[in-house]
């Protein structure tokens, strides 16, 4: 995969991860709803929202695709927070996880915030699907800095990664996820962390996975300093 499919398909990925959000949304607008109008409204909307994702499906890569790849400085903390923010639509996660923040690194990156949006958001979305089955539900965020380097971590009390497992999941299209309405509509089912992984790489970072299986996960990002 080229560079610019790595960065396109991860673009994919999160429009229709917001796009789904909306579609979700509205399915539980719909159900709650016996206002006769309002549920009118409500079914255009779905139908507005469906063709919507049908026309991402339908989008090729093409050779001449050219993101915006603006750079700016931003803060670090400040990502973290606004990630978890927008995570907060979805009821799961607003209300069933519980989440600790303990943010040390004053510093900003430089770099497009969309690059490390997706990266931040690919590991929350991750944490979140690791603990539906799980009794304890917590999201840990970190980040810390030395000298040359700022790093954040993200650990959940999940299902973990088991030993085998885990020297496969940067791997493009490796997912333990079985098929539901979400993987089957999401743009890469198991690119995530493989679009996680090359982002960081092309801004001289990194990214390594801990886990213990039936106890949870750690996520450790390292973003070069400039
Ligand atoms: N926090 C986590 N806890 C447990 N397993 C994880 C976690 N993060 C990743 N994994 C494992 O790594 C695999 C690959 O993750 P990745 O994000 O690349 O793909 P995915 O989540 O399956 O699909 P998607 O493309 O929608 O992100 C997952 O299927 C899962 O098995
Ligand atoms: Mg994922």
Do not use: W
């Amino acid at each position: 995969m080229k560079n610019e499919d790595i960065y396109f398909s991860g673009f994919l990925h999160n429009f229709r991860s917001s796009l789904q959000a909306v579609m979700v949304l509205t399915g539980n607008l719909k159900e709650g709803s016996d206002n006769k109008k309002i549920s009118q409204y409500v079914e255009k909307i779905q139908i507005y929202t469906e063709r919507m994702d049908d026309m991402i499906k339908r989008l090729v890569i093409k050779d001449k695709v050219e993101l915006l790849r603006e750079e700016s400085d931003f803060s670090l903390n400040q990502l973290l927070k606004e990630v978890n923010f927008l995570q907060e639509v979805e009821p799961f996660y607003r209300d069933e996880i519980e989440k600790s923040f303990q943010l040390k690194c004053p510093h900003k990156i430089n770099g497009q915030y969309i690059d490390f949006f997706q990266v931040v958001n690919n590991l929350f979305t991750n944490a979140k699907e690791a603990m539906y089955d799980s009794v304890e539900r917590k999201i840990f965020i970190d980040t810390f800095c030395e000298e040359n380097n700022c790093y954040f971590s993200i650990r959940d009390t999940g299902c973990g990664i088991s030993e085998e497992n885990i020297s496969k999941i940067f791997n493009p299209f490796f997912s333990t996820k079985s098929n539901n309405l979400l993987t089957e509509i999401s743009a890469g089912k198991g690119m995530g962390l493989t679009i996680a992984k090359q982002i960081l790489e092309s801004y001289g970072g990194d990214i390594i996975a801990e886990s213990e299986l039936n106890v949870g996960s750690k996520f450790v990002v390292r973003i070069p300093r400039k």
